[in-house]
């Protein structure tokens, strides 16, 4: 583990994950931010030659739980901001048609889904990405499987948590996340959304503990060869969203299921802009680039397209 302290990261003494060190400060009664402070030590590292993935030192996810990624719960939250619902509108509504369910569920959240204080908005759209194995990091490659029609980015914030022994979710902080999926195989039918969002995903290069999600301004790309095939300047955060912070953790932890304790959480927010809603299919080795400001360094994944023909997984019997 590491702290970052720009143009170096600064190697800590004791806890070797951030989900060890969240468990520790549960323990302890102290902050993340004391623990991890208190535990660095005189070691440092360039960030620009680990970032670059050209040193003897390579990144992580931003969070993850280490030798057991059943014990991780990737999941997110959708039709949290306009763009991503119009996005949706236009992929399965017939011209001149009413509006589709992606609409009319974005409005539910415009309408309530900032509850007041004490009082239960309306439920988001909530999806299931995998365990703790889809997780990728900064510099590694996102796979469109051999059973995949697409892959694509997905620029947004997704909240970090872990559940203590006592079975309370607690947030650690906020981390940059591409969390990737199969637009293609979602436009043929939205019944396919289920299927198109289980694929690999990434999270980092920064973990930001507490952080701010009120008003997070961020730009994302993919390029080629240097060259930009597609841009776009993004806005998240509560004041750009259906739905206030509060109302999303409420209606993902409101299951017993979702708060076994120690369980570790990698929850999406939500996106306000990708490629595929210009209508760019991306292409092997493109590169996907996610940058939000105040969130440390942008998060670089490229993409990877199987060449392998898809097989069927053989079930033996016992």
Not at 72 to 86: D, E, I, P, Q, R
Not at 251 to 272: C, I, S, T
Request: glycine fraction near 10%; hydrophobic fraction near 35%; proline fraction near 6%.
């Amino acid at each position: 583990m590491a702290v970052v302290e720009e143009p170096s990261l600064v190697l800590l003494n004791g806890p070797k994950s951030v989900y060890e060190a969240a468990l520790e400060a549960i323990d302890s009664n102290q902050s993340m931010k004391a623990l991890l402070l208190a535990a660095r030590s005189e070691k440092k590292l360039h960030y620009d030659e680990v970032y670059s993935g050209n040193g003897e030192w390579k990144l992580l996810p931003a969070f993850d739980c280490p030798g057991d990624p059943f014990r991780c719960l990737v999941a997110g939250t959708g039709l949290t901001h306009k763009n991503s619902a119009l996005n949706r509108q236009a992929m399965h509504a017939a011209e001149g048609t009413k509006p589709t369910d992606s609409i009319i569920m974005y409005e539910w959240g415009v309408e309530n889904g900032f509850p007041a204080p004490g009082e239960i908005g309306v439920q988001p759209e909530w999806f299931y990405k995998g365990n703790g194995s889809v997780l990728r990091a900064h510099g590694e490659t996102l796979e469109v499987p051999p059973f995949g029609d697409d892959g694509g980015e997905e620029p947004e914030i997704a909240g970090i948590y872990i559940v203590g022994p006592d079975g309370t979710p607690r947030r650690i902080g906020f981390a940059t996340g591409n969390e990737f999926s199969d637009h293609v195989m979602e436009k043929k039918n939205y019944l396919y959304l289920a299927p198109s969002k289980l694929r690999q995903c990434a999270i980092g290069p920064e973990l930001v503990i507490g952080g701010d999600f009120r008003d997070i301004k961020g730009h994302v790309q993919v390029s080629a060869g240097g060259h930009v095939k597609w841009s776009a300047d993004v806005r998240t955060g509560e004041q750009n969203m259906a739905h206030s912070l509060e109302n999303l953790e409420y209606h993902h932890f409101k299951y017993p299921g979702h708060r076994l304790p120690l369980q570790a959480h990698v929850h999406f927010f939500g996106a306000d802009a990708f490629s595929f809603g210009s209508k760019l299919l991306l292409e092997n080795d493109d590169l996907m680039t996610v940058h939000w400001e105040e969130m440390g360094r942008a998060l670089q994944n490229r993409l990877s397209l199987s060449n392998e023909a898809e097989q069927l997984t053989p079930v033996s019997r016992l």
